[in-house]
């Protein structure tokens, strides 16, 4: 059974190489949101038990969906990938329920130990 998965980011360029560091055989299902509010939706269809999320996104940022995530008391595995890599954007997301930050653009070699540490991937 695949893992259903979200990235959100407004880049297409950014998804595609945040698809690409994704391990080849892992199983996972994957949809695309382009911005906070599409990948609220997603989540709430049962689409996003990972969540990959860009922080600077038009219509609602990432933190805005941290937000919502934490005030709505929904449960997904939140992983921040930004270019924001300032510690009060790190220690913020934290506070607001992201399990890692990943700074962009992200690799094979930054994604796969947070995976592994968190059972995501074996």
Excluded: C
Excluded at 20 to 39: F, H, I, Q
Excluded at 41 to 65: K, N
Excluded at 101 to 111: I, S
């Amino acid at each position: 059974m695949s893992l259903p998965i979200v990235i959100a980011d407004d880049s297409l360029l950014a998804r595609k190489v945040l698809t690409k560091a994704l391990p080849p055989d892992w199983e996972v299902d994957v949809s695309y949101a382009s911005n906070g509010r599409e990948a609220l939706g997603l989540y709430r269809e049962g689409r996003a038990s990972v969540m990959f999320l860009d922080l600077t996104m038009p219509d609602m940022t990432g933190y805005q969906v941290l937000e919502a995530l934490q005030h709505e008391d929904l449960n997904t595995f939140v992983i921040v990938v930004s270019a924001d890599v300032q510690p009060m954007a790190q220690s913020r997301v934290r506070a607001l329920g992201a399990m890692a930050f990943v700074a962009k653009p992200v690799t094979p070699e930054a994604l796969l130990p947070i995976l592994k540490e968190y059972g995501l991937y074996v």
